[in-house]
């Protein structure tokens, strides 16, 4: 759980850096809820804490009954300063300070994925093979720095024009003429988009399965499979019967078994289907060299990363609201330790891919109007502003409770999923 630690840690430092430049107080920064680990108190009376249960944090605002930011009845410390309080501040001092939490998780994405680009680089144009499959460049005469100057006769001068040649392809071999060194030669190659695993979903069947990526499944219920098409077509017809699969790994054939499951899944016109998925995205059997882009370019990059994780999530909740996602799909903290699990075995790449997905989704999920979370509190700054005037007491004490009790409601419904999830997988 380290990494949801920092992920938190990002999220309520926000909250307290403004707070601290909105000159209020803050009396507790805890990772975590329930009895305290270990604590130290600084110079300006904060008291920092890890508590014992790892699935959150805070900042308790001076003045404060509590972390839901509900003002004790006490009057103010004798000597404090004017906005020492949170209640005591101006309004865009408050409405800043809350809002600081769920946008440092998105800063905090952009750096992370700006950090992958810059990392994985990005592609580059020129038609050069960059990196390969190992079952391919085993099995065909395909290396890394292979320029590629035809394809089916057709004339290549960019890396897409060699998929944009195969669209129509019909069998199952192609020509490719390539240049390797000062040597042209004609090759055979398959279709493009083998079913190679690309990337695996947490918590899937793939994952639990023990599936990596880079594997390359090659046969499924001992049938050859053609291309990656010819794989989803069979797990969408599996009836979600459990299936035995060959796969290549590391030079080895393996054999596993793998039971597909009904999930959602977004179709070109932005709708969920759910179908019987094993949860793998496919991948080319060669990849295109990459070059490492500028500073600003990542940035812009790792900026369009997140706001593509932002809109992904309005989706998911558009789709459990209109019916077409069933909630038994969302995770909870669980999932999120599996998932970081799984990461972690898939390299550095993946696993801050995941944090950066995980930093975004709690920054959303915080901004949501539900009381108790950010998004109420900024409900509630918002009815001050329209109208003038603060909540009464007992409305925002209503409310904190309502949020508290849904949001344990949720925790318990996630967790409950994501043991299904895996009690299914187990026993299959």
């Known amino acids: 759980m380290c990494a949801f630690g920092v992920v938190i840690f990002v999220h309520e430092f926000g909250h307290f850096i403004v707070a601290r430049f909105n000159k209020i107080k803050v009396s507790v920064f805890s990772i975590g809820f329930g009895p ?30 509590n972390i839901a930011s509900i003002k004790t009845k006490a ?28 946008l440092a998780n998105f800063l905090f994405s952009v750096l992370i994925f700006s950090l992958i680009f810059v990392i994985q680089g990005i592609p580059v144009e020129e038609p050069v093979v960059g990196k390969v499959n190992s079952y391919y460049e085993n099995n065909y005469d395909l ?7 035809k394809v089916e006769d057709k004339k290549v ?11 129509r392809q019909k069998s199952e071999m192609s020509s490719f003429t390539i240049k390797r060194g000062d040597l042209e030669k004609e090759i055979e190659l398959p279709y493009l988009l083998q079913p190679v695993v690309e990337a695996i979903e947490p918590l899937s ?36 019967k459990v299936m035995k699969i060959t796969i290549f790994r590391n030079g080895k054939i393996l054999e596993k078994e793998i039971k597909p499951v009904l999930s959602p899944i977004e179709d070109q016109d932005g709708n969920f289907d759910t179908i019987y998925r094993i949860g793998v995205a496919g991948g080319p059997i060669f990849y295109p ?5 500028g500073f600003w370019k990542a940035l812009v990059l790792g900026a369009e990363a997140t706001k593509g994780v932002i809109m992904a999530s309005f989706k998911g909740i558009k789709g459990i609201i209109s019916g077409q996602v069933d909630p038994k799909h969302l995770s909870g903290p669980v999932g999120i330790a599996h998932a970081v699990s799984d990461s972690i075995k898939s390299g550095l790449v993946t696993f801050l891919s995941l944090v950066a ?44 409770i309502f949020g508290l009790v849904l949001l344990l409601s949720l925790l318990l419904f996630t967790t409950f999923n994501d043991i299904s999830r895996l009690v299914l997988f187990l026993n299959f």
Request: aromatic fraction near 10%; charge should be neutral; proline fraction near 6%.
């Open 289 to 293: 060299r990459t070059t490492s882009p």
């Open 36 to 65: 305290r680990i270990m604590s130290f108190k600084d110079k300006k009376g904060t008291n920092w804490q890890i508590a014992i249960i790892p699935l959150g944090g805070f900042v308790k605002f001076s003045g404060d009954e």
């Open 75 to 102: 009057n103010s410390p004798p000597g404090a300063s004017k906005y020492a309080e949170f209640d005591l501040a101006p309004l865009f001092s408050r409405f800043s300070t809350v809002v600081a939490g769920p």
């Open 357 to 400: 997905i995980i930093s975004t989704g709690i920054g959303f999920v915080n901004l949501l109007p539900i009381p108790i979370l950010d998004g109420g509190h900024i409900v509630l700054l918002m009815y001050e502003y329209i109208f003038r005037s603060k909540p009464t007491e007992e409305i925002t004490r209503f409310s904190m």
């Open 157 to 167: 001068s960019s890396f897409s024009d060699i998929f944009s040649h195969l669209k």
């Open 205 to 240: 069947a793939a994952s639990l399965s023990g599936l990596e990526i880079g594997d390359v499944i090659l046969t499924m219920e001992g049938k050859k499979l053609s291309n990656f098409n010819d794989l989803r077509e069979k797990i969408i017809n599996s009836e979600g």
């Open 143 to 149: 290396k890394v720095n292979d320029q590629i100057l």
